[in-house]
């Protein structure tokens, strides 16, 4: 039996993709594999719990990159603000060879990627203002994911950048202790956020890629034919993953919008992307600005 853990609720983006991850491979072991499922972040933060992979305490994680740059520092680069034109682009390039070059580098790290999920594009929410350009979001404090290319590219949009562990986030909210925070439909939705914050702004400000991560205990104990049965129920798990967030950008706004948030859809992307010029010159700098390209032109 594995421990498979994530941050959402079992009918979220993560809790599909990581059934349908479970089923193939309960499947296709003709029952000698099943999962138990920790939703909800019952096993703890994102970075706990990709602890306990390397650990082998617990077996798998479906994770946003939000930490995991502090494991496999190479990972960074797809975590770039305004990186990825749109869903089509971005899925094209983790499903590449840069996605798949990036996934090779976790085994030296003690984990093993089986395939990239994903969690969205990411939107800010606040409780103090409508946000469309970003000095509307100046002095705001807002918490992000303990993920320091997002911290120094949120700065220059003005925003006070609080990191936290998404499972302290909606206390966090509720209590007054920062302004807003910043995750994808289907997070907003399954967490609940519309409870505790009045603004949307359809920032989409940046990629937040997903992966399935699997403990190496698991993997190396793996006969050659069963870890040919994890990786396409990976591939299986992420593509109705996938599925899961496109249904919830077609219909969770209008819901979140139902639910009492008031949504900007009029934001002014130019106006971001102006701002977060002098971050890209010192991301240029950490990852090359060849490489940055090579993401930019994929096509
Ligand atoms: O992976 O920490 C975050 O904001 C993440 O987007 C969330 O936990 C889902």
Redesign the pocket.
């Known amino acids: 039996v594995l421990k498979i853990g994530?941050?959402?609720a079992p009918d979220s983006h993560?809790g599909v993709g990581s059934k349908v991850f479970c089923d193939e491979v309960e499947k296709n072991t003709q029952g000698r594999f099943k999962c138990q499922h920790f939703p909800n972040?019952a096993l703890g933060g994102?970075r706990e719990q990709i602890e306990a992979v390397q650990l082998g305490t617990q077996d798998l994680v479906n994770?946003?990159t939000?930490p995991v740059g502090n494991f496999v520092p190479e990972m960074r680069i797809v975590d770039l603000p305004f990186l990825f034109r749109d869903y089509d682009h971005a899925r094209k390039v983790m499903d590449g060879p840069i996605g798949q070059d990036l996934l090779a580098k976790f085994p030296s790290k003690g984990l093993i990627a089986l395939a990239w999920t994903e969690?969205g594009f990411?939107h800010m929410t606040n409780s103090k203002r409508d946000i469309v350009k970003p000095e509307d979001a100046k002095g705001l404090k807002m918490r992000t994911?303990e993920n320091k290319v997002h911290m120094d590219g949120y700065r220059t949009f003005g925003i006070l950048p609080t990191p936290m562990?998404?499972p302290e986030?909606f206390g966090a909210l509720q209590q007054g202790t920062v302004d807003g925070?910043e995750?994808?439909i289907p997070?907003i939705l399954s967490a609940k956020f519309s409870q505790v914050q009045k603004h949307l702004s359809l920032t989409g400000h940046v990629y937040?890629p997903?992966l399935l991560l699997l403990s190496p205990r698991v993997w190396n104990k793996l006969s050659d034919a069963d870890k040919k049965v994890f990786v396409p129920a990976a591939k299986a798990g992420a593509a109705a993953q996938r599925k899961k967030v496109n249904d919830d950008e077609n219909n969770g706004i209008a819901l979140l919008e139902s639910q009492g948030m008031k949504v900007v859809r009029n934001v002014d992307s130019a106006a971001f992307r102006e701002a977060l010029k002098p971050a890209y010159v010192n991301y240029a700098k950490e990852f090359g600005a060849d490489n940055i390209k090579r993401i930019q032109d994929v096509r």
């Open positions: 994530y941050a959402t993560y972040s994102e994770t946003s939000g969690n990411r994911m562990a998404f986030l925070q995750n994808p997070v937040s997903a």
